[in-house]
């Protein structure tokens, strides 16, 4: 297996990249890794802007608050990254997941440039695979003129995950302060209903690429596991939602997650698997272009960065 590059475009597809981002994401950064014959790329979404209680607030204040200082983590704002999946593998040019667009955050919504920079135009895309129906997952579904934004692709998603957003009751049972996640969803996966391939756990849904259930983040949540040859690697998602108490305490229910107890169940099954199997690691809101690996601990996990 190769390690990881860590590459930095400069010109207009950083400009492009980086407008509203600040200096976290001045150009955009990309990492790579191989497995066998295919390749795996991060493209950079830009980044979220959210207060730390969106993660924080359901967890032990007096344990939590070392173990962020400790990390130098803060704890009234977080910014993560937003780590698009791009999968190549000769034949199939695959994305997990499609970003924000321009209508969630400001910070958000920079897929467009970042693909640019591999060279990969939106008609070049044969497969987006979605984890989850989320906002920064997947309201970059749609052009500006709300036709689907990936024209020649062929559509997955989980059929548990598909009929949770496509319910029209989600928006009464998700809670306020999601009911405009329920209606963005359904909105955007009622134009793709005539070309999406729904799937449950276990499935081989593309050659090589087998859905691993995750579910609490949201209902179907889905993560996915690559393998060629020998090697392999865990697309998780937001199963493993960020690399700092997700890893110490995946034990602790976090706020992002819609179902916490489930979540804790699936992000504890996934850090085992990944960490006793030594597979590659790929997050969509963990740091460096989102690659890595799980290490175990004596009470918990560590992160571990490819560009450490």
Same mark, same amino acid.
């Given at each position: ?36 014959k295919?390749r ?9 802007d ?5 993660i ?5 204040q ?29 034949k ?11 209508? *969630? ?22 497969h ?5 129906g ?10 500006d ?5 990936f024209?020649?692709?062929t ?17 009464? !049972?998700?809670?306020?302060s999601?009911?405009? *996640? ?24 593309l ?7 995750? *579910?609490g ?11 060629? %040859?020998?090697?392999?690697v ?14 110490a ?6 706020g ?9 169940k ?8 990944? !960490? ?10 963990l740091?460096? %272009?989102?690659?890595g690996?799980?290490?175990?601990t ?9 560009a450490?």
């Amino acid at each position: 297996m190769t390690h990881t590059r860590r590459k930095f475009f400069s010109g207009a597809s950083a400009v492009m990249a980086g407008v509203g981002c600040g200096a976290l994401f001045a150009s955009p950064a990309i990492a790579t890794l191989n497995i066998g014959k295919v390749r795996i790329d991060t493209v950079s979404d830009g980044y979220l802007d959210l207060p730390g209680d969106f993660i924080f607030a359901p967890m032990p204040q007096n344990e939590l608050a070392p173990l962020l200082q400790n990390m130098n983590i803060p704890r009234d704002r977080v910014q993560p990254e937003c780590n698009v999946t791009l999968l190549r593998d000769g034949k199939n040019t695959i994305l997990f997941d499609v970003g924000s667009g321009q209508g *969630f955050m400001p910070s958000a919504g920079k897929i467009l440039a970042t693909l640019a920079a591999l060279d990969v135009a939106p008609e070049d895309v044969t497969h987006v695979v979605f984890t989850h129906g989320h906002p920064d997952h997947l309201w970059g579904l749609l052009d500006d003129f709300d036709d689907p934004l990936f024209s020649e692709a062929t559509y997955l998603m989980g059929k548990k995950e598909w009929d949770y957003w496509l319910n029209p009751n989600t928006v009464d !049972a998700i809670g306020a302060s999601r009911s405009v *996640f329920a209606v963005g969803a359904r909105r955007r996966l009622l134009m793709i209903e005539g070309n999406i391939n729904l799937f449950g756990d276990g499935e081989e849904i593309l050659a090589g690429v087998a859905a691993r259930a995750s *579910f609490g983040h949201t209902p179907g949540h889905m993560s996915f596991e690559v393998r060629s %040859g020998s090697e392999s690697v865990m697309i998780a998602g937001d199963a493993i939602g960020n690399h700092h108490v997700a890893f110490a305490r995946p034990q602790w229910l976090s706020g992002s997650d819609q179902d916490g107890e489930t979540a804790v169940k699936s992000r504890l099954g996934l850090l085992d698997q990944i !960490a006793s199997e030594q597979m590659k690691l790929v997050g969509f809101h963990l740091p460096d %272009g989102g690659m890595g690996r799980a290490e175990k601990t004596s009470d918990g996990y560590r992160f571990i960065g490819e560009a450490s």
